[in-house]
């Protein structure tokens, strides 16, 4: 960790379904932080669920409004950002975020994430005759932007509390004191 970055947040990247909301909650909860959710702030703001603004907009237009919504967050402090899927796809989005937190990326597998949103009609990236291919093909298209975050987390196997405990561990680890 390069120590000129100010790591006064905490930010979770990584595809639908890995847990990005429920463990973010818990991670905001066990370090005393204000939780963030990109998506929730998006459509408090245009009055509009992200379905609606993918078809009437365009994913564009959507990934318009996250990138201005990255930048404005820099301004936070003591905060666990949870991201929407593709955000970090953005080099910008990515680079802006590593300035005031640290980017952790939850991880799971095709069949996890499946298991885990095959009945949330909610997701417009899953509109697809193949979710299941959609799945394994746009974490494939994103996995190198979400390698790229601080700390990998993997969430298959394990419960959303285990899982926040080792987050706000690695929080913590990062924004220690260097002796």
Known sequence: MQNHRQLGNL????FMGTGKTSIGRLVAEQLHFHFLDTDEIIQTRTGRSIAE????????AFRALEHQLV???ATQTSAVIATGGGLPTNAENLAQLKTYALVVCLWASPEKIWERVRNQSHRPLLHDPDPQRKIRELLALRAPFYRQADVLVNTDLRAAREVAQQVGLQYKLATRPQR
Request: aromatic share 6%; proline share 7%; net charge negative.
């Open 11 to 14: 930010a979770l990247v990584g």
């Open 53 to 60: 603004i993918f078809a009437k907009d365009g994913e564009p």
């Open 71 to 73: 930048g404005e967050l």
